[in-house]
């Protein structure tokens, strides 16, 4: 069955560092997505993006976040800038034409300290 | 969209069948219902998705009776490893918008 496959699983960031979040959408899906999780609350959406840009973006994706699609196949989430509450779980999802639905990664861990 | 209510939390035996019932009374006619599950650490996964009546794959049923205000995600038998959180979703038809995750319900299986 195919994955979508994040890198990496758990990362560790001082604040004001910046951070990079990588995933591998299914190679034929055409939406991608980032949502976060932190500990103990709901699942958030991020932003998605379709034809090399975004298509929609939640009010908690400001100037601090940027997404990019560098190569064809890895799908990207930059956080400049760190800070505590950023610690959560981020997902990454794609999604193909067809009315189904979405196809999470496993997730990074990412705690600021 | 719609706004979703379930059970906070549901605890079951293995082996028996579980009901989680959703009720989404502001359903809109090009909406669909959705479930998706989340164990501990992992992103959700989707289960099931449904416009109306039944509908049935290898690992649920999903019924919508016809007033769509409502949706029961059935699991046939439950084993320790269906501990997880079930979400109920609606979702617009393209499909594609952002999914909003409401606090799902956590469901307990006890040997």
């Known amino acids: 069955e195919p994955e979508v496959t994040q890198t990496p699983s758990h990362q560790v960031t001082q604040m004001g560092q910046e951070v990079i979040l990588r995933c591998v959408p299914i190679s034929n899906h055409l939406y991608f997505y980032w949502y976060r999780q932190i500990l103990g609350q709901k699942v958030e959406f991020l932003v998605s993006f379709y034809n090399n840009e975004i298509s929609e973006k939640s009010e908690i994706f400001d100037d601090q976040f940027s997404v990019e699609r560098p190569d064809g196949s890895n799908f990207t989430l930059k956080i400049r800038s760190t800070k505590l509450e950023d610690s959560a779980m981020y997902f990454c999802a794609s999604l193909d034409r067809a009315l189904y639905g979405y196809t999470f990664g496993s997730g990074t861990r990412l705690t600021v300290v | 969209l719609a706004k979703t209510t379930q059970p906070i939390s549901m605890d079951s035996y293995e082996g028996q069948e579980v009901n989680i019932t959703c009720s989404h009374n502001?359903?809109?006619?090009?909406?669909?219902i959705t479930w998706y599950q989340q164990f501990p650490s992992q992103g959700p996964r989707f289960i099931i998705q449904?416009?109306?009546t039944k509908v049935t794959n290898e690992v649920a049923s999903l019924f919508i009776p016809a007033d769509r205000k409502s949706s029961t995600l059935s699991l046939p038998r439950v084993s320790l490893s269906d501990t997880a959180v079930y979400y109920c979703l609606v979702v617009i038809d393209t499909g594609r918008r952002a999914l909003t995750f409401g606090s799902g319900t956590r469901l307990q299986v006890q040997p």
């Open positions: 502001n359903i809109a006619t090009n909406d669909y």
């Open positions: 449904g416009y109306k």
